[in-house]
């Protein structure tokens, strides 16, 4: 599972998030974390709405496509953030 999240420096929602899914140890997880701020056009797409995590799809036919997933409660512990990411695999 690739996931990619969206982010800015100085954003501690941002940072939690990735400490959670840092943490993960029951769900296989490749993680790419993508500065917002190092591209006008993801500045411009997320600029509010950071974190935003997306689940990379690869295809054979259409090429690769991100899936925007829901925003995890910031309070969520890891498990529950596990949980919710297993409805994706």
């Given at each position: 599972m690739k996931l990619i999240l969206y982010s800015k420096p100085g954003c501690h929602l941002c940072e939690g998030l990735e400490e959670k899914l840092r943490q993960m140890e029951n769900l296989a997880i490749e993680l790419e974390i993508r500065d917002i701020t190092t591209r006008e056009d993801w500045f411009?797409?997320?600029?509010?709405?950071?974190?935003?995590?997306?689940l990379r799809h690869r295809g054979w036919r259409r090429g690769d496509r991100e899936e925007i997933l829901p925003r995890p409660?910031?309070?969520?512990s890891v498990l529950l953030l596990e949980?919710?990411?297993?409805?994706?695999v």
């Open positions: 411009a797409a997320y600029e509010y709405e950071v974190p935003v995590l997306t409660n910031p309070r969520a949980r919710m990411l297993q409805k994706y």
